[in-house]
């Protein structure tokens, strides 16, 4: 493993924060708070910071690329990007336009990562039906490939319109669009990255990431068969970082599990007791506590799954402004070094 090739990400959905009142903050004053977190992400030495795309009332992140356009202009390193973009009910010239709007802005450091999407509000709220939720992001995303790749684009399609040799503008000259897929567990999905030659995002949210493996495995062996070369696989996950393991355990169960609670209710799971929940920090995916713990969980499954890209969902359900800045600071000020120290010396 070359550790100086890792990449570490922070991404978040826009989970509006309480004030110390316990009252919800602006929509408006969350999105300004982003801009700062993005901001300062770079500071500390975070490679990717990226933004999920929802409609929904706990989320105030619904048009990721306006914040990321901001960022580019007080930003000169870090790569902005998206986690993910529901391609499913987007137009896919429009979101190449906007993302070669963004990558001109960026000196080439946007990143779009297309995916189904985990919510459905925005198929409702676009005037897409969900019993064509596969069928919408596979033409889609084939649409949207040709676009990336540049040149006249014939495409013919019941989801996106006929077009006959039609140039798309701007175009992208510099430096070609960052293309990642993310996926939450599905093998179709992981195929169909490896038969675009896209780089694979795992979003794991719950259990041993390890039984994720296999779906890696089944990506290169999908590259290999249609003849692409094996891209970066990279994960998302949970975290809250504090001084202590104690008050992270704390503040992670006062913020994750309500969460997490809201979301199987919705989709028909039970409710996380507190025994599980200190079993998704020590054996799942809940990367919770101290900077040297979360940087030893963090290096060990980096080290079994193989892969190449460790992000970190920040700040969820909530969580106050200072605990958001905190967790921030201390993975890339403390953590990062600490992971690729704890893998140099495995190696």
């Known amino acids: 493993m070359d550790v100086n090739q890792l990449k570490f990400g922070l991404d978040t959905f826009g989970d509006v924060a309480v004030d110390h009142s316990g009252k919800q903050i602006s929509y408006e004053e969350s999105i300004r708070n982003i801009a700062k977190e993005g901001q300062l992400a770079e500071e500390v030495g975070v490679d990717v910071f990226a933004l999920g795309e929802h409609h929904r009332k706990e989320y105030s992140i619904s048009s990721p690329e306006i914040i990321l356009a901001a960022l580019a202009s007080v930003t000169e390193r870090i790569t902005l990007g998206t986690a993910v973009t529901v391609l499913s009910s987007d137009d896919p010239i429009r979101l190449y336009q906007r993302f070669a709007t963004l990558n001109a802005l960026s000196n080439g ?139 992270a355990i704390e503040r992670a169960w006062k913020y994750i599990v309500p969460a997490m609670n809201k979301i199987g209710l919705e989709r028909g799971w039970g409710p996380m007791s507190r025994e599980a929940f200190e079993n998704e920090i020590e054996n799942g995916s809940f990367y919770v506590g101290s900077p040297e713990t979360v940087a030893k969980r963090m290096a060990k499954v980096i080290k079994e799954m193989g892969i190449e890209r460790f992000d970190l969902v920040y700040g969820i359900n909530g969580q106050r402004q200072e605990e958001r800045f905190q967790t921030i600071e201390l993975f890339g000020k403390e953590v990062i070094p600490r992971v690729k120290e704890i893998l140099k010396e495995g190696n």
């Open 109 to 247: 450091r946007s990143q779009v990562m297309i995916g189904r999407g985990s919510f459905t509000e925005s198929f409702e709220l676009f005037g897409y039906d969900l019993k064509d939720y596969n069928e919408l992001f596979e033409e889609k995303v084939a649409l949207f490939d040709k676009l990336v790749k540049g040149g006249p684009v014939t495409s013919n399609g019941r989801f996106t319109p006929h077009l006959e040799n039609m140039e798309v503008y701007p175009k992208m000259t510099e430096k070609k669009l960052d293309v990642q897929v993310g996926v939450g567990g599905t093998p179709e999905s992981v195929v169909r990255a490896a038969r675009y030659g896209y780089p694979l995002m795992l979003a794991i949210i719950g259990g041993n990431p390890i039984r994720f493996k296999p779906y890696i495995e089944l990506y290169k062996q999908s590259a290999k068969k249609f003849g692409n070369p094996i891209q970066p696989v990279g994960m998302h996950s949970h975290g809250v970082i504090a001084e202590t393991d104690e008050e």
